[in-house]
């Protein structure tokens, strides 16, 4: 349970951090509409003050964020791409960079490089205190609402 509080945390912490807004966030999430899973993050991103290119460049920053996340609360520095239960997050950073790398070689290269960059700013203060509020939250509550989730990245970063 931990370890998908810190990943969903780690979503919401960057979705806020880049501008959108945080709808709620769970580690209870309703599994009848889809696939099994173990936690959920819904954002809302304002479209009209990005280009496509931007909104794509946050998009990837937000799914691989929970990875990393993860990653730094376990001690273990996977590649996104080979966890299982990571395959729709790296699946969608993936598809969202096409546009950026229509070269395999290359969006690979691109993946890697943001998840390096984003496993360098979560670790670092006052992020990673964020990261570690926000998923004390989620481990209390199970769910967080948009304000909440707001509040507690904003006491971290202003």
């Known amino acids: 349970m931990e370890p998908t509080a810190y990943h969903e945390a780690g979503h919401a912490f960057m979705a806020v951090y880049l501008g959108a807004r945080v709808r709620s966030v769970t580690i209870e999430p309703d599994n009848d509409d889809?696939?099994?899973?173990?936690?959920?993050t819904q954002i809302v991103w304002r479209r009209s003050r990005l280009s496509e290119r931007e909104f794509r460049e946050r998009a990837i920053q937000v799914s691989l964020a929970g990875p990393v996340a993860e990653m730094l609360y376990t001690g273990d520095p996977y590649h996104p791409g080979?966890?299982?239960?990571?395959?729709?997050?790296?699946?969608?950073?993936?598809e969202m960079a096409d546009l950026l790398f229509v070269d395999h070689r290359k969006r690979l290269e691109y993946l890697e490089t943001v998840t390096g960059?984003?496993?360098?700013?979560?670790?670092?203060e006052p992020h990673w205190s964020a990261v570690a509020a926000?998923?004390?939250?989620?481990?209390?509550?199970e769910t967080l609402e948009s304000d909440d989730v707001k509040d507690i990245v904003h006491e971290w970063i202003r």
């Open 82 to 94: 080979l966890v299982a239960e990571w395959a729709n997050d790296w699946q969608s950073a993936w």
């Open 134 to 141: 926000l998923a004390d939250h989620l481990l209390a509550h």
């Open 34 to 40: 889809g696939p099994e899973r173990f936690g959920d």
């Open 117 to 124: 960059q984003l496993y360098r700013m979560l670790d670092a």
